[in-house]
């Protein structure tokens, strides 16, 4: 059993930058990708973000060129780094780490984005 804890979630200005992390109990190298996804209320949970163990990264459109994703394998933390923020970016931002073979697929918590004036 591997467990996610997710930091720096808050409340920012549009335009403004959150930094948030996930630290994992056992080694993120063993899972074949790592993630950041994100719900808002009454939505459906949402792709933010993943990179795999060797490094490659995809971003759902909506954060392309804004959010980007990385991995410190020492520390056992994935970060996302969220520029140019929007309303629409507020949301519950969860960290995935998940593994085909054989299947593992640990969640978060959460932590709460909230993008407002």
């Known amino acids: 059993q591997v467990q996610l804890v997710e930091r720096g979630g808050g409340l920012v200005q549009p335009g403004g930058s959150l930094r948030l992390s996930c630290a994992a109990s056992g080694s993120i190298f063993s899972f074949d990708a790592m993630g950041w996804y994100r719900q808002a209320p009454g939505e459906q949970r949402e792709l933010v973000a993943t990179i795999a163990s060797g490094g490659n990264t995809n971003y759902a459109d909506s954060t392309k060129g804004r959010f980007t994703i990385s991995r410190d394998n020492a520390k056992n933390t994935v970060y996302l780094q969220m520029n140019s923020l929007k309303p629409e970016d507020t949301a519950v931002y969860y960290c995935?780490?998940?593994?085909?073979?054989?299947?593992?697929?640990?969640w978060g918590q959460g932590t709460q984005v909230t993008v407002s004036s």
């Open positions: 995935n780490a998940r593994n085909i073979m054989p299947w593992r697929n640990y």
